[in-house]
């Protein structure tokens, strides 16, 4: 007995509001369902909405039976018109109670169209618009008509209603029901391959691919490529007299390199190339070498064979580049080798001119004063135009100084990611502090550099 003097205390709130919206507008079961679409949600919408108009005309039934006439014919009245309700219908014509037909539901139909019939010919688009590219599984989404969004809006403002769902989201599902056996393969919510997104008011379908990520290592074996294409200055790759009309400051990059057979494997139409940190063009990267993420964009293949792909990059460098144990990975790959660069441990070999005599013990005893240090670097004069000048504080964990000839050294260093290592030698006219010059007392240049080893502070495959 609690339960039915409570419910009754509640006023029957479901039953209660749908009469009222249905004497104002005209719904079909599916919409009529959606305004209550979080309440009992293992339904579907024209379920939720037909039990609702059942359950009324039951009402309606009873209260004619007992007596209460005027109350029951108008509201079968409601559910014949408004309603659309056949039950309804039918009794209304037996009991001979006028009422309006209504064909157009107020919150899926426009211009006479509703745009759940839509949906076929969606499916039927999506279809062939999928079939020349390869996915596992693929997500839904829609842009709905404004006008209709405003309708069910201003309803709900206006009626009070807490737990519609919106049409969007009730189209899209309906949409994905029908296109899922037809593509034969599962909806994913979190990380699609494609999203098909069916525009109702332009009745068009668009495929969005998400990229593809793949994750490897290079080592640059020869100095003089700079690690991202490099237009010519003069004319912003245009091309002019200065470039030779190529439109570019050197002929080819490593993520060129790397990226275009990427992207022409994957039928993809752009690449991005993330590196974790960026040698100097004229710094060779060898040992395992430098991680890096390929992104391509709208690959219309996800399926390659990396180990042909590493071959076929390789084969086309000259002996330049080398990658190796390329394997598939994710955006946030991409993200984390960025941001975790300065987190890195790398080492270099370099050859040192120095400006004066030496003796080794000068040299043993800077060696020693440079290691297990922190550095301040102000920002090098030579990147001073493209970086803001800042004081980086750096790691240097060793330094090893070994006289080759009488003015020519060579280091080897093992410091943080982002040091700058010429201006640790040179000290930058006093921008780094300290230096290798001012631990000799004697100008130092660093003839030539080349990474020997980097070492991520965690495993940098993080798939
Ligand atoms: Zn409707
Ligand atoms: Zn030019």
């Not at 919150?107 to 590219?133: H, N, Q, R, W, Y």
């Not at 470039?243 to 790397?258: F, L, M, Q, V, W």
């Not at 022409?264 to 395992?288: C, N, P, T, W, Y």
Request: glycine fraction near 8%; charged fraction near 30%.
């Amino acid at each position: 007995m609690k339960q039915v003097r409570e419910l009754t205390k509640e006023r029957q709130e479901v039953q209660e509001k749908a009469l009222k919206v249905l004497e104002e507008y005209p719904l079909c079961d599916h919409c009529l369902g959606r305004l209550f679409g979080w309440l009992s949600t293992a339904t579907t919408n024209k379920e939720r909405g037909h039990s609702i108009k059942l359950v009324l005309s039951m009402n309606a039934d009873s209260l004619l039976k007992c007596g209460k006439r005027d109350l029951g014919y108008s509201i079968i009245q409601t559910l014949a018109s408004n309603g659309m309700f056949e039950p309804a219908k039918a009794r209304a014509n037996a009991e001979s109670i006028d009422f309006e037909v209504r064909e157009e539901c107020h919150l899926c139909s426009f211009d006479g169209e509703c745009v759940f019939d839509k949906i076929p010919g969606a499916v039927e688009m999506a279809v062939k618009k999928t079939e020349e590219i390869e996915f596992e599984n693929f997500l839904v989404g829609s842009v709905q008509n404004p006008e209709l969004e405003e309708r069910q809006d201003e309803l709900c403002a206006a009626h009070g209603l807490l737990h519609a769902e919106t049409l969007k989201s009730d189209f899209n599902r309906e949409l994905g029901k029908q296109l899922q056996p037809m593509l034969g393969k599962p909806v994913e919510f979190g990380k699609p391959d494609i999203v098909i997104v069916y525009d109702v008011p332009h009745g068009d379908v668009r495929i969005q691919i998400s990229p593809l990520f793949v994750y490897g290592r290079y080592r640059k074996l020869v100095r003089g490529i700079p690690q991202s294409r490099w237009d010519c200055g003069k004319c912003d790759g245009k091309g002019c007299e200065v470039c030779n009309h190529t439109g570019r400051k050197y002929p080819d990059s490593i993520a060129e390199y790397i990226g275009n057979p990427t992207q022409f494997m994957f039928q993809g139409s752009r690449f991005k190339f993330h590196a974790a940190g960026r040698e100097d063009i004229d710094v060779l990267m060898l040992g395992s070498g430098r991680p890096f993420v390929v992104e391509v964009s709208e690959p219309r293949i996800r399926e390659g064979n990396l180990e042909q792909l590493a071959q076929r990059i390789n084969d086309s460098t000259d002996g330049k580049i080398e990658v190796d144990a390329l394997e598939s990975t994710a955006r946030d790959h991409a993200q984390w080798l960025k941001e975790n660069a300065a987190e890195n441990v790398k080492e270099y070999t370099a050859i040192i001119d120095v400006d004066g005599q030496l003796d080794e013990s000068i040299l043993g005893r800077a060696q020693n004063s440079l290691s297990g240090i922190v550095i301040e670097q102000r920002t090098p004069n030579r990147v001073s135009h493209r970086r803001s000048d800042i004081i980086r504080r750096k790691h240097v964990y060793e330094v090893r100084l070994r006289l080759v000839e009488p003015c020519l050294i060579e280091g080897s260093f093992k410091v943080q990611g982002g040091t700058y290592v010429k201006e640790l030698i040179s000290g930058d006219e006093g921008r780094t502090i300290p230096s290798v010059a001012e631990t000799l007392g004697l100008p130092c240049f660093c003839r030539e550099l080349t990474v020997t080893a980097i070492h991520s502070s965690t495993p940098d495959h993080n798939p």
